[in-house]
């Protein structure tokens, strides 16, 4: 029987000490005050708690609590024996586990004067086993040094190269990230707390994700793999730790998760019992065969079956451990993208067989301290993705390895998720090459794909975000290691963007006009976007009365950049004086002209449609008050675009290829409207069309399954004002709209400095 004692709670403490090179000498009676803190934690949060420091989101209060990073910190909390046994004189035999599931980043665990050990990495799961003989009757002390702050590695940097990422950093396109930054290359922790350009510098610290303790008798399972396929057969792998060679039973009872309460699960649950010799420590591998058996889809493509596995070893006395898991049925492949070069780069996700078209969003940290991130908020985010249509979620690797709760939801709600190791550079740099980073990168790649592989949701490892794979090849071949050793059944990517996938920054960065996204040939579009305010309502939360209106250096403090924001904003300002314009306005514009983009280039991957496979705009959420990509703020208030990409991203898709111009009323808008389908069947409708209150289109129309087609041209003569192009596409089961501003041009050529400077990044990210 496996006992589970919580530590998530609040009844813990932390205190401060003074910095120390780890493994730092155990130094906890330095601590000076104790505060009380809770697990999960951060220390901000503890502080912020207890109103010690402002709210970093706030304002420039991100400032105030930098001095949090000067410390090391204690977090420590006590066990009681009566939690743990009820008789311990009768608990010989029973074994006792520590499971951290993320300290960040740097610690060692003691319990009570026993260092049961030392740590690096903010991702891996620690478990450590307390000998019986040190669990003292009344209380025991648990206490972790951690530290995050100042006292992380650093990477050693020749001359040149600090004068090259030096450059870079003021040349590129962006730069927030470029630079010499020796700590964030030399930590596998997550990328973007050092400061990116959607987040600020916060150097989180503490016990980021669930404690508990485990208790068992002799024997102990430390994980539990399953691989199901949709023909009902199954792999389960189990590594146990069991001192001693020993003969048990074993149990499988494996069952059909009810997710629909009217379905006949009559034979829901099926169990399975064998013999089996146990060695001493290692895995083993059972082969089971499920009746019935029902496939995992993504949501586009049929229902989401998980199924829930308990396992359970047995003596004559009973259960030794018993651990549950949940899995689904299903595969996943990439194959190559129909009408490409024959020497291009395979995009196209299959699951169970099926080509799935990626309409997909970038994700980054829910929060910027996401020890505080729970599986209500993860709930409402995923909820809001799902209701866009959105079908896969690039976990970006500045982020996380997100909480248990994330792949959960993203398996009940059948999202895909492209997750990425822990990796992000600006797109010029390279991570140390040495023997001790590349085997802390194994450790922590390896419980990545650990904690990750039991989702059926998880499609794709990839290495990290914008890092040159040339210049990174031994860190490639250790991913790509850990990939093969721990999974083998996902594809895995070195890095996104690598071969004939694009991340569009020519729009934005390069300041071009949006219809440049339809000059992109990639067979995959990784990231493209616009930053757009968020609504007043949301300023005036994080800013003060005086900094929410013009935009100004506090604004750029919360990541605005400001000459690309009017940029893109301007023309859609109509009569407006931009000097005069409000704050509603000026943010309606810039809302708008995220919008309006998105809208250029999904449309463009969409029509494009089998030779593109797919597209993740950037970025779908951000970590705090931002004014950034995302469509969603922190607030978790939709912006504009939001409402557009559910519209874009409809499976059924009406789409009108025009070329955009400034244009005056009388003049003729000659276009092409595009049917899109991604569902595997076909579809029926009939197909209407307004032009301002003008019905200028109606009948009935076939789509094709999975697949893009010309319909045919429409030619509009534009009104004096507005000139709105409204399409409705109704079928039995389904509806898809669609709606164009036939005066939207948003003017101005590329510059030729940012269009080499964007280029050459871009080229650099891929070819070298
Ligand atoms: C991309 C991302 C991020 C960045 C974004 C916007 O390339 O990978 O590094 O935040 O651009 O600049």
Redesign the pocket.
């Known amino acids: 029987m496996r006992k589970i004692v919580g530590l998530n709670h609040s009844n813990w403490f932390v205190g401060a000490v003074a910095p120390q090179k780890f493994p730092a000498a155990n130094d906890l009676a330095q601590v000076r005050g104790w505060l009380p803190a809770q697990v999960p934690g951060d220390v901000r949060l503890a502080l912020l708690n207890l109103n010690k420091i402002p709210d970093p989101f706030l304002g420039k209060n991100n400032e105030a609590s930098q001095w949090v990073d000067e410390y090391d910190w204690w977090y420590r909390c006590d066990v009681l024996a009566s939690e743990l046994f009820q008789d311990k004189t009768a608990a010989s035999g029973r074994r006792t586990f520590l499971i951290f599931e993320g300290v960040d980043y740097q610690c060692a665990v003691y319990w009570n004067d026993l260092e049961l050990g030392r740590h690096v990495g903010m991702f891996s799961r620690q478990v450590y086993e307390i000998p019986l003989e040190k669990i003292l009757e009344g209380a025991n002390r648990l206490a972790v040094r951690v530290s995050g702050g100042n006292q992380l590695p650093r990477m050693k940097l020749e001359p040149q190269e600090k004068v090259w990422r030096h450059v870079a950093g003021r040349l590129l396109p ?1 730069g927030a ?1 470029a630079g010499e930054f020796p700590d964030r290359y030399a930590t596998l922790k997550c990328q973007m707390s050092f400061g ?3 987040a600020p510098r916060l150097l989180t610290c503490g016990i980021w994700d669930e404690a508990f303790i485990a208790q068992t008798r002799e024997v102990f399972v430390r994980d539990v793999w399953v691989q199901g396929v949709p023909d009902g057969r199954v792999r389960v792998t189990l590594d146990v730790d069991a001192k001693t060679p020993r003969e048990l039973r074993i149990r499988f009872e494996a069952r059909l998760r009810e997710t629909q309460p009217d379905k006949n699960l009559a034979n829901s649950l099926q169990t399975f019992e064998m013999p089996l010799h146990l060695e001493a420590s290692g895995a083993q591998t059972f082969a089971l065969e499920l009746t019935e058996p029902r496939a995992w889809n993504p949501w586009d493509r049929g229902e989401q079956n998980l199924y829930e596995l308990r396992v359970t070893l047995l003596d004559e006395q009973g259960e030794l451990d018993a651990v549950e898991t949940r899995f689904g049925l299903r595969t996943i492949d990439l194959d190559r993208n129909e009408r490409a070069p024959d020497d291009a780069a395979s995009w196209t996700l299959r699951v169970n067989g099926q080509p799935e078209f990626i309409r997909g969003a970038n994700w980054v940290p829910a929060d910027a301290i996401p020890a505080r991130v729970t599986r209500k908020d993860y709930a409402e985010l995923l909820t809001l993705a799902r209701q866009a249509n959105i079908n896969l979620l690039r976990v ?1 690797g ?1 982020g996380l390895k997100e909480k248990r709760a994330f792949y959960e939801l993203c398996d009940e709600l059948g999202i895909l998720v492209w997750q990425e190791f822990p990796f ?1 550079g600006a797109g010029v740099d390279y991570f140390p090459r040495d023997r001790e980073f590349t085997s802390l990168a194994r450790r922590e790649c390896d419980a990545i794909v650990r904690a990750l592989r039991n989702h059926p949701s998880v499609a794709l490892w990839c290495g990290g ?2 890092f040159i794979p040339r210049a990174n090849r031994r860190l490639i071949e250790t991913l790509r290691e850990a990939v093969a050793a721990n999974d083998g059944t996902r594809p895995f990517k070195p890095a996104s963007p690598s071969a004939d996938e694009s ?1 569009n ?1 020519r729009v934005w ?1 390069g300041m071009a006009n949006t219809r440049d996204y339809e000059k992109d040939t990639a067979l995959f579009f990784g ?1 493209f976007g616009l930053q757009a305010a968020p609504n007043v309502e949301t300023l005036n939360r994080f800013l003060s009365d005086e900094a929410v209106y013009p935009p100004d250096e506090n604004w750029e403090y919360h990541n605005a950049e400001r000459e690309k924001l009017w940029r893109y904003a301007r023309p859609l300002l109509g009569d407006h004086d931009p000097e005069t314009v409000s704050a509603e306005q000026f943010v309606r514009a810039s809302q708008e002209a995220q919008l309006r983009g998105l809208q250029v280039a999904i449309e463009h991957a969409r029509r494009s449609k089998p030779r593109v496979s797919g597209c993740a705009f ?1 970025q779908f959420n951000e970590p705090w008050h931002s004014i950034c ?1 995302s469509v969603v703020d922190y607030t978790r208030t939709p912006k504009r675009a939001y409402g557009k990409i559910k519209e874009l991203y409809n499976p059924v898709l009406v789409s009108f290829a025009f070329p955009y111009r400034i244009r005056s009323a009388g003049e003729i808008v000659s276009g092409q409207v595009w049917l899109v389908n991604d569902m595997l069947g076909e579809r029926k409708g009939t197909l209407r069309a307004w032009h301002n209150e003008t019905e200028v289109m109606a009948f009935d129309v076939v789509l094709p399954p999975n697949g893009a087609h010309a319909l045919g041209g429409l030619d509009l003569r534009l009104e004096p004002g507005a000139n709105s192009l409204r399409f409705e596409l109704r079928g039995n089961d389904f509806v898809s709209t669609n709606e164009y501003d036939l005066n939207y041009c948003d003017g101005g050529e590329i510059t030729l400095r940012r269009a080499f400077l964007t280029d050459a990044a871009a080229w650099l990210r891929t070819s070298i």
């Open positions: 962006h990230q990116w350009d959607f970006w500045g992000s975000n914008e991340h920054w960065h990231e950037w990509w």
